[in-house]
């Protein structure tokens, strides 16, 4: 039986639950901790991995920030996506409410109608 699947309590009898840690010193180390919301009473933690070499935990440590980094980055960037599209949208319906008829534009491929009050793309 590995260390893994190894059941292990708290003082207080609840089943403890895996977390990983991503402090400097011990990135992607594993432990045990209480499940028990009010586990704080007992504060029992131990450790499931052993030491890792620091300039592991380093490199855990820098990827595990890169990471958040990139999603952080991501998330913003939805956003702003998002907002272009709503934008984009308002102006196409402004423009639709403008025209009274159907408007081809430049070389045909591209054609606003204005009964469907919406865009439509040809021969992409």
Known sequence: MSRDSTVVKCQCG???RIFTTFTPINSGRRFYKC???NGYKFAYWKWVDDL???RVAN???N???ENDNLHRANKILETK???LEKYLTSEIEQKCERLNEEVV???EDVVIDKSKTKLIKYGL
Request: glycine share 0%.
């Open 14 to 16: 609840i089943v403890t």
């Open 35 to 37: 499940a028990n919301p």
């Open 52 to 54: 890792l070499h620091p």
């Open 59 to 61: 490199l855990i440590h």
């Open 63 to 65: 990827l595990k920030k």
């Open 81 to 83: 996506m998002a907002d």
């Open 105 to 107: 534009i430049d070389n």
